[in-house]
């Protein structure tokens, strides 16, 4: 269970900042062997303070973990023939990162697996840096002798969909009823680099796909738009941001709003604190009612919906309908900085031979 992950205390943000700065498929940076530090020692008294007003940590391990064992419960009824299941969490920028599983998936004699994103929406920085850092551990030999294949995007997968709009739902609730279809629903993502976006990554289409079939489960009652968050550093990046179209909102006399975190699956320092907090207060000061639609966290929809994704790869792998990656994983990705995807086919068609 491949994702960015987060400190789970206070004293790990440094290491994750330092991590996360380091990735050169997240935030290419020049010089960055010696900028990424210097950012990181920079920004971490502000980053730590942020963890320490959200309870002192991220919560986003304890969730994975949790939806981890749901889902391989789950699969041992639904595909007995390749039970017992296990999850392994593997974060890019927090414990545990790829190399500590991948030492212990070694360790568990682990000989197939499945690298699935967490991220339902692909995009070269995020689920490509996980895929290029899975790779270099399989070239180097950590991992073992083992028959990998890739689930690498599901943003439009219908149990995701539900789940979704069932926590969309909820949040509509706690609005007056002659209010309620009124109210503007807000798809809130992380946002990307223009200069990601423009050499082709298909993050920005998919995360649209996903608002596209969560208004049509909704029956489009509702008015909504799609804006981006945790913009970072001066250049330029995807937006409307979210601050900005709540500003515009209260402009228009749209007091009534629910923030909708779309492209993440578990509550971390982006629903805690931004949108939870910052958000939370801007549109407070803008006379604005802000209900947020909770994370997927543990639902019971979400933790089956996890199951059926890997259940279903499962059946059309061993038959044969799916190869070991999707057709993007094929090709070198247009916004990757690390020549590695292009070599990942190859690599995980092999791993088993």
Known sequence: MMNMGGPSTVPEVHDFLKNLFMDGDLIPLPFQRFLAPLI????????????????????????????????????????PESAPHKSYVAFRYARP??????RQMKADGVKRAVAFTQ??????????????????KGKAGELGDVEWSVIDRWGTHPGFVESVAQRIEAALQKFDPSKRNEAVLL???????????????????????????VM?????????????????????????????????????????????????????IETLYELDLEYAKEGEELGMEIHRAESLNDSPVFIKTLADIVSQHLKEYTSGKVGPTSVQLGLRCPGCTNATCGQQKSWLARAGQ
């Open 40 to 79: 990181a020692k920079r920004r971490t008294p502000r980053i730590e303070q942020q963890y320490t007003d959200i309870g002192g940590g991220s919560p986003i391990l304890r969730y994975t973990q949790l939806q981890g064992e749901g889902m391989c419960a789950l699969l041992d009824e639904m595909n």
């Open 97 to 102: 990162m790829t190399d500590e599983t991948a």
């Open 119 to 136: 991220y339902p929406q692909y995009s070269c920085s995020t689920t490509g840096s996980s895929l290029n850092e899975l790779y270099r």
């Open 187 to 213: 798809f809130s993502a992380h946002s990307l680099p223009m200069s990601v976006v423009n050499r082709g990554d298909p993050y920005i289409l998919e995360v649209s796909a996903s608002v596209s079939s």
């Open 216 to 268: 049509e489960r909704l029956g489009n009652r509702n008015p909504y738009r799609l804006v981006w968050q945790s913009q970072v550093g001066p250049s330029a990046w995807m937006g409307m941001q979210t601050s900005e179209a709540l500003k515009g909102l209260a402009r228009l006399g749209k007091k009534e709003v629910v923030l909708v975190p779309i492209a993440f699956t578990s509550d971390h």
